[in-house]
């Protein structure tokens, strides 16, 4: 391999893992998402059903999200809020619908929905084009600018790789913590086996967690895409709303800005979800139509492993 191919390697290497950092809050939101559309499945399927996830996501940022992205930069930029917006929409519409669920005003389809792969997969691919969509935007607004095509294709190309083997990665030592504390729990040395006991009497309240977290990350990403595209497309009440939270904040620190606009962002994104939803209850309504909730994935605090 020549010197010239070597740093051109480095280079997009560089350039990768930079970009990559910027991206770090909403691959800990996927990572946390992606949980729910798991639990509940019998464990031999746990992996197979991550993998079928996981491909989608690879589809999801290959043959549509790079492609369009790079597409509409080039062209037409001034659509991509508009996108942005309709994904966050989405996200948020998927979160207000769990946590009605959480105060019972669910259809209770989620017992068998859990079993139904072909709609978990779709649900969980569904979500993940949504969250994957940021990561990608972001990385690409995260690169030099005068980078020429090839290159940005392949450095987007590393992070497609990359996020996804980090996110799928994490899900997967997530949903088996349970069969590994049952391997343990069988150890022939004591404080191995308490050490498993305790990971599996853990796992109902670690998924309940999961569930929560994964819940507020679509709020939490939803809201905030909604509110700073708006500000892109030309109302810039929302995004003021979320710069003036942080400036208020800032003397008290990164951490507390970062929390600030997160529930912000949530509470905006919970709003605009139980608008659509409501929406949605309207036009089934007038339709005569009964909407089934979550058709893509179940609420792990309702199954059991």
């Known amino acids: 391999m020549s010197v010239g191919l070597l740093a051109v390697v480095d280079d997009?290497?560089?350039a990768a893992m930079k970009a990559s950092a910027k991206t770090a809050g909403v691959v800990i939101d996927d990572a946390a998402v992606t949980p729910q559309y798991v639990h509940g499945l019998t464990p031999a399927r746990e992996l197979p059903v991550v993998g079928k996830i996981a491909l989608g996501s690879i589809v999801n940022k290959f043959v549509i999200i790079i492609p369009i992205a790079l597409m509409l930069t080039a062209w037409a930029p001034q659509v991509l809020p508009f996108l942005l917006?309709?994904?966050?929409?989405?996200?948020?519409?998927?979160g207000a619908e769990k946590v009605l669920e959480w105060f019972g005003f669910g259809h209770g389809h989620e017992e068998q929905e859990a079993r139904d792969e072909?709609?978990?997969?779709l649900g969980a691919v569904r979500t993940d084009l949504i969250l994957s969509t940021e990561i990608m935007l972001i990385s690409l607004a995260s690169l030099d600018k005068g980078m020429g095509m090839g290159m940005t294709l392949a450095v987007l190309s590393v992070i497609a790789l990359l996020m996804t083997g980090v996110v799928?990665?994490?899900?997967a030592l997530l949903v088996k913590l349970d069969d590994i504390g049952l391997k343990m729990a069988k150890n022939k040395e004591k404080r191995v086996r308490h050490t498993g006991t305790r990971i599996v009497r853990s796992m109902p309240a670690v998924f309940r967690t999961i569930s929560i977290i994964g819940t507020v990350a679509m709020l939490w990403v939803g809201g905030h895409l909604v509110l700073a595209n708006l500000g892109e497309v030309g109302w810039h009440l929302p995004a003021d709303m979320l710069h003036a939270v942080a400036d208020?904040?800032?003397?008290?620190?990164?951490?507390?800005?970062?929390?600030?606009?997160?529930?912000?962002?949530?509470?905006?994104?919970?709003?605009?979800g139980l608008l659509v939803v409501g929406i949605v209850l309207l036009i089934a309504k007038i339709?005569?139509?009964?909407?089934?909730?979550?058709?893509?994935?179940a609420n792990p605090a309702a199954v059991t492993h």
């Not at 917006?85 to 998927?94: P, S």
């Not at 799928?168 to 899900?171: E, F, L, Q, R």
């Not at 208020?248 to 605009?272: E, K, N, Q």
């Open 287 to 297: 339709f005569g139509k009964k909407p089934s909730f979550n058709e893509g994935g």
């Open 85 to 94: 917006i309709i994904g966050g929409t989405y996200l948020c519409f998927e």
């Open 118 to 121: 072909k709609k978990l997969v």
């Open 12 to 14: 997009i290497l560089s």
């Open 168 to 171: 799928y990665g994490a899900v």
């Open 248 to 272: 208020f904040l800032a003397p008290l620190g990164v951490v507390i800005v970062w929390f600030g606009d997160t529930l912000v962002s949530a509470i905006a994104g919970l709003a605009v």
